[in-house]
């Protein structure tokens, strides 16, 4: 998803600056990180992280602001988690911005990814509200499109088995007699029966069978 959430501070710096403008003493954030820096769809879900940084003496102790996004598509909307920031003394859920040291905070985020979003546009609304006093902010566009690279890649692939052949034991034997004289343990090749060319041809199969290991 081409949510460059660089323009996501972009659009909080400009907040800030109109912040200033009207005595809110509020300024937003001075870095920030995005992981990934380009948002895509994966497997039908868009993900993403922002870490920010808000300078020291630039968040007013009293001030609150609050980030609403949402994707606009097809005539349609969906809203995301919203997104507060607020002063040391302020009440409330948010993340608290020290007015003196500043500070940092992390935004998390993920929505299911439809089609119809492809060319929508990242928008977000946002309110700097401090003691009676609210500014707000809406429409401000971040950003356009989907990265679905996913959807491009069909899974259609089809198995295919056959025997390998593969034995894991084969078994070869040879066989040859060996004679002896009767009661005797001890071998004497020249017996006639150790002599005959059939028994010759045998011993001489197992001998290059055992050669082979």
Known sequence: MKILLRGFYFAALMVA???????????????????PDVLEAKAGVVEFTVNGTIPEKSFHKKAVVEFSPYIKYDGKTKELKKFTLRGEKTEGEGTVINSATGGSFSYVESFEYTDEMRTGELMVNAKVIKGGKVQEFNDIKLADGVIVTYKNITHDEKTISAPSGYEKVTIISENATIYFRQNKHNLNWNLDLNKSGEAKSKMDNADELLAKG
Do not use: A, H
């Not at 600056?17 to 992981?35: A, F, H, I, N, R």
């Open 17 to 35: 600056l109109v912040y200033l403008t009207g005595c809110m003493s509020t300024k937003l954030p001075d870095s920030y990180q995005v992981e």
